[in-house]
C-alpha cells in the first residue's frame, strides 16, 4: 500500500471561546481517522488541554494572539501539533503533584499536562519562546 | 456565540442542589467556580453537584472541584457528585476523583446521603 499522509490547519484567535470549535475540528479529524467514539473523546480532550495551556500561559489570555492546531493523519497514526509564539515553557520542569496534594495546597493546576501525558500515547515539546513553541502529541491508530 | 453552559440552582432540605447543563471547559470553567463560591459565601455548604446534562469536562472543570473541596470540607460541608455521564466520567477516572469525591448514581441518592449524616 502507498504511504500517505494528511494534513488539516486551523487557525483560531487565542480565546477559550473557540475551544468548542476545536474539539469539533478534532473529533470531525478523529473519527476520519477510524477511531472509535472513546478514542476520539481521548484525543479531544488532550487538543483542548493543549490549547487551553497555551491560551492561558504562552498568551496570558491575550485574544489578540493565534494558535495553529495541525492534524497529520497517516498509515499509523494521528498527530496533533498545538503551534503559538508566546511565552513558552518546558514542561519537563513542571513537578507533578499527586491529587491530595493539589487539593491541600488549593491547586487546580497542573492537571491538564497530566490528563494530555495519559491519553495520548507520545507527547513532545520544541520551545523557542516569543518565537515558536510546538507541541507534538500522538495517537497511534490501532492495526485492523 | 450561543449561550453552551448553564447552572441550575434548586434545594432540598439543607442541600443545595447546582444542576450543569452542557459543556465545562476553559471558557464556562469561571461562571461555575463564581456558582460554587457564591453557595459557599452563602452559608451553603452541602452541596450536590447534578452532571446528568453535563456532556464534556475538561481540567478546568475539574479544577473548580478540586479547588473548593478543601475549603468547604473544614466547614463541616462536602461537594458530592451525581448522574455523571460515562464519557465525563472516564475524564474523572483518568485523573483519580473518584477517590476524592463521593460519586452518586442520581441526585436522590447524594441529597439522601446528606440527610443521613
Known sequence: ?144 | MATTFQIGRSEQGSTRILTLDGYLDAHTAPAFEKAIQEEFEGGRKNIVVDCARLTYISSAGLGVFMSFIEEIREAGGDIRLAAIIPKVYQVFEVLGFPTLFQIFDNTPAAVASFERS
Open chain 1, 1 to 144: 500500500m502507498p504511504s500517505f499522509e494528511k494534513s488539516f490547519t486551523l487557525h483560531v484567535p487565542s480565546s477559550t471561546e473557540n475551544l468548542a470549535l476545536i474539539r469539533d475540528f478534532v473529533g470531525n479529524i478523529g473519527a476520519k481517522a477510524g477511531f472509535d467514539e472513546n478514542e476520539i473523546n481521548k484525543i479531544t480532550l488532550a487538543v483542548d488541554e493543549a490549547v487551553a495551556n497555551v491560551i492561558e500561559h504562552a498568551y496570558g489570555s491575550d485574544a489578540t494572539r493565534e494558535v495553529t492546531i495541525r492534524a497529520v493523519l497517516d498509515a499509523d497514526a494521528l498527530r496533533f501539533d498545538i503551534i503559538d509564539n508566546g511565552r513558552g515553557f518546558d514542561p519537563g520542569l513542571i513537578k507533578q503533584k499527586d491529587l491530595e496534594q493539589l487539593v491541600k495546597e488549593r491547586r487546580s493546576g497542573g492537571l491538564g499536562l497530566r490528563l494530555i501525558r495519559t491519553v495520548m500515547d507520545d507527547v513532545q515539546y520544541q520551545i523557542k519562546p516569543g518565537e515558536k513553541n510546538e507541541l507534538r502529541m500522538v495517537k497511534k491508530l490501532k492495526k485492523r
